[in-house]
Each structure stands twice: as C-alpha cells, then as structure tokens.
C-alpha cells in the first residue's frame, strides 16, 4: 500500500510507530528549581554522537520533564531493561505536578555525581546530562510542530558492573528494552556482529 501522510493511512492504528522500530527508550529523570522530582518515559529518545556525547528525547507537549529541565538544564537518561519494564510502564502515569513517579513506580533516586537530578537506582546505566538545545521544530509550512527536543550533552556515565562482559556492556544479558508500536516492546535476547567492510579497488 501507499498513503499520503496529509490523507491519512486508513488502517485501525497509525502504522509510523511500528516501522520506525525499535526505539530505545529515554527514561528521564528530573529536578525541579524546589527539588521536585520527575521521572517519565520516551520512547522518541537516542543518541546523536558518541564524540561528543550527546543524546536527545522529543516530548510530544510540554510535559513535566521538559518543564523542569527548563528551570535547571539538567536531566538523567536511565536505562530501561527487561526487569524494570512494568515500573517503567507505571512511570508514564499522568500524575499531578508535585507527585513524584518514582514514589509512584516503587523506584528508588540515586544522587548523581554531576547534575543535581538523581538517577535511578535500579538501571542498570544512566547517563547523566546537561542541556545544550531546547526546541521545538518546524512543519514544512514553517509552522511549530508542537513538539519540544531537548538535547542534553553526557557528563557522566553510570554502569553496573555485574553487566560488564570482557569490558563491554553486555545489552542481551541486561535485556534493554525497546519501544516498538501500538502496545508493543521488544527486549534484546540476542546479539550478532557484523563489521564494515574495508572498501578495495577491483
């Protein structure tokens, strides 16, 4: 089939979310100017570089996540994995200002080294960040599309060493979670490599 993106696809569900799949997700922890704290999923979340490190989430509205880092440009990128796939579920609860998810979810915060924002204890990684872009792009009209990009640069990485493997961090032992569509996620449970190819004159 094709479609239009204007003239809608005519399906039961919009198919963008599952052909753009998977996505790791940006599990975002966050502090306000008073210290509350907020803590949310995004499953429009990557990396943009490794040199320099910098990662990014797109928060469809103006959430509670981006509102905080706002105030203090500070935010931790927590790894989702398998065994914390239903606290991170209980995360994305629309709960009101001032209620803190990790309360909620059951989830411990852990003081970060270089950010005010604690990450979470339970992830197996975290990656500690200090905004250096916040905005919102534009539709081919130049109109705002109503989404907010934060870009953060990494200033510290947190791993747990029980998922070190000849000093790698071993994604198929940890499970990372990703996000794919509809209701659906997918864990890594397996691994293959592959190198470039060195390219010679024939």
């Not at 130049?142 to 200033?155: E, M, Y």
């Amino acid at each position: 089939m094709f479609y239009e993106a204007a003239k809608g696809h005519g399906l039961p569900h919009d198919p963008l979310k599952a052909i753009v799949a998977p996505r790791p997700i940006g599990w975002i922890s966050s502090r306000n100017a008073v210290g509350e704290l907020n803590l949310a999923p995004y499953s429009f979340f990557n990396a943009l570089s490794s040199r320099p490190m910098l990662v990014w989430f797109s928060s469809e509205g103006e959430k509670d996540s981006v509102t905080f880092i706002r105030e203090t440009g500070e935010f931790v990128a927590n790894l989702v994995t398998r065994d914390l796939a239903d606290a991170m579920n209980a995360t994305s609860v629309d709960a009101p200002r001032g209620v803190s998810e990790f309360g909620y979810a059951g989830l411990t915060p852990a003081p970060s080294r270089l950010v005010a924002a604690p990450r979470v204890a339970e992830a197996h990684a975290a990656l500690e960040c200090r905004v250096t872009e916040i905005f919102q792009p534009k539709l081919l009209d130049g109109s705002k599309a109503g989404v907010t990009v934060v870009t953060g640069q990494v200033v510290g990485v947190h791993i747990d060493d029980d998922y070190l493997t000849d000093g790698m961090f071993d994604t198929a032992r940890a499970q990372n979670l990703a996000r794919l569509g509809y209701h659906d996620y997918a864990a890594v449970q397996e691994v293959f490599q592959m190198r470039r190819p060195r390219w010679e004159r024939g």
